[in-house]
């Protein structure tokens, strides 16, 4: 069989998902995950867009050693150069050029023709091949793009030293026959794709649900590598699901005639990770890794289950790696135990990391009598969002007072990086007013409630809580996470965070985020 490439853009378009966003210690761990996942190109982010962009790619490029980790780039000598300096310590780097080639984006947003959309386009080509010999370049909303164009583009990128040729789905506007035509279009009026064995690339998004189909559609026409996400998290309605289409080439080879790379009993603790890290929940009748996808109800769908589990599933959820039970752990557990569940739960963390979150476990689990997976998980994300701030305020505690006609009051101790404590007191509509009231007057600033939310973290009485919520100060938007046994220490937790980060992204400069991308 032909094996099929994974290129995982989870850490670059998936994180443009609104609501989304991952520091440098967050993205570098879900690398290593990616890497173990045996996923065969990571695009890291986009170097030129932010300081911390650049430096997260960086970073992810000098310590994988299995994985191509990609930087992507527009047509400009700029991001190139970025680029090329983001992945130059890779063991195997790729630059990821794109420019815009439909009609529609020829016209309004290039205001370019489109001859001289391919000179620019292989000028940068060029210019990204004195970094890397590893090139892919995009045509944006290449499934829009008149097909003769198409393949004038597609051969003047070759020429130019491009080694992988992405068609994307950009705005999700593709049917499966459509897409599938596009690739086998192209292959026939251009032989010198397969006698150089140059690779073709599907990127699709799901605006009309049919990112996976139209991505299987690709590789059924000749595309060799698929540009995917975790959970299918990405811009609008999202991008392909990796956990999808690697299942369903797992479980139809023989109607696909193609392999994959990915070690998919890692899938499951993949997605965990990612929904963890990014704040995404993954909805309950998710393909693959929903709650949902190997539980049956009815009746009828339990017999045959009883009778032969082949009747109603067509996978074995260990095969993607869904545990049968949950490995339970408490007071008494040791720190080896506790590092042995964190590999299996996909977090690589160095010593200092592990230690924090072994005396963050043992205070847990002084609470509570049993710590689940889910807990641990918890724990590890609020270690990893911590080390990614410098915080001015850390929680000493909170106390509310509250019932029926009481006025409720929330008494707050805060300490900053000096060591001095600052106590507060104030009133508000209820305890979470309270709370965020009094630390507004200890910090001195004032936010915009946007969002708050709170989910049980497991089940049972003694369930940690764990609270999200997301402030606008001015034009900046920050999100918090905190976790507790005490839903309002997690939630006073949840909003130092985000106020915390509030003052590390005042000292950061702009973003310069300002286009489109495929």
């Not at 090139?135 to 003047?156: C, K, N, Y």
């Not at 936010?447 to 973290?457: F, G, N, T």
């Amino acid at each position: 069989m032909d094996t099929l490439r994974i290129f995982d853009t989870t850490l670059r378009d998936g994180e443009q998902s609104p609501g989304a966003s991952l520091n440098r210690a967050e993205k570098l761990e879900i690398a290593r995950q990616l890497e173990t996942l045996g996923v065969d190109i990571i695009e890291a982010g986009f170097p030129i867009t932010s300081n911390d962009d650049f430096e997260a790619v960086r970073q992810i490029a000098g310590e994988l050693q299995r994985a191509t980790v990609c930087g992507l780039s527009r047509c400009v000598a700029a991001d190139v150069d970025r680029a090329g300096e983001a992945v130059k310590d890779a063991a195997h780097g790729r630059i990821h050029v794109f420019c815009a080639t439909s009609r529609i984006h020829r016209e309004f947003k290039l205001k370019k023709a489109f001859d001289e959309i391919i000179k620019i386009s292989v000028e940068h080509i060029q210019r990204a091949r004195q970094f890397v010999d590893d090139v892919e370049f995009s045509p944006e909303d290449g499934s829009r793009t008149e097909l003769d164009h198409l393949v004038e583009i597609t051969h003047a990128a070759i020429e130019a030293g491009a080694t992988t040729i992405n068609i994307p789905d950009t705005v999700g506007y593709a049917t499966p026959a459509e897409y599938g035509h596009i690739f086998a279009y192209v292959r026939e009026k251009l032989p010198i794709i397969d006698e150089q064995g140059i690779i073709l690339s599907s990127h699709c998004h799901n605006d009309l649900g049919l990112a996976v189909a139209n991505s299987l559609a690709a590789a059924a026409n000749g595309a060799r590598q698929i540009e995917c996400t975790i959970n299918g998290i990405g811009e609008r309605a999202g991008n392909a699901a990796l956990e999808e289409i690697v299942m369903a080439i797992h479980t139809r080879g023989e109607a696909f005639g193609l392999r994959t790379n990915i070690n998919t009993k890692k899938i499951y603790p993949t997605s965990r990770m990612v929904s963890h890290l990014t704040g995404l929940d993954v909805q309950r009748n998710k393909a693959i890794v929903g709650d949902n996808a190997f539980a049956h109800e009815s009746g009828i769908h339990q017999d045959g289950m009883l009778k032969n589990r082949s009747t109603y599933e067509i996978m074995d959820p260990l095969e993607v790696g869904i545990p049968e039970s949950k490995l339970v752990m408490g007071k008494h557990s040791g720190r080896a135990a506790f590092r042995q569940r964190l590999d299996q739960l996909g977090y690589a963390v160095d010593d200092e990391t592990l230690q924090r979150c072994f005396e963050a476990f043992k205070a847990l689990a002084d609470k509570k009598k049993d710590v689940y997976d889910e807990d641990i998980e918890v724990l590890v994300e609020q270690q990893l969002d911590a080390a990614s701030r410098r915080d001015l305020w850390t929680l000493t505690s909170v106390q509310v007072t509250t019932g029926t006609n009481a006025v409720p009051t929330a008494t707050v101790t805060l300490t900053d990086t000096s060591g001095k404590a600052d106590t507060d007191a104030s009133t508000g509509d209820g305890p979470i007013d309270a709370i965020y009231s009094t630390i507004q007057r200890i910090t001195g600033i004032r936010a915009e409630l946007l969002d708050y939310q709170i989910r049980a973290v497991t089940g049972g009485k003694d369930a940690q809580g764990e609270v999200r919520v997301e402030l606008r100060h001015h034009d900046k938007r920050v999100r918090g996470r905190g976790a507790s046994t005490d839903v309002l220490e997690a939630s006073a937790k949840a909003y130092l965070a985000a106020i915390n980060r509030l003052r590390n992204v005042d000292a950061q400069p702009e973003s310069t985020r300002e286009v489109a991308q495929p």
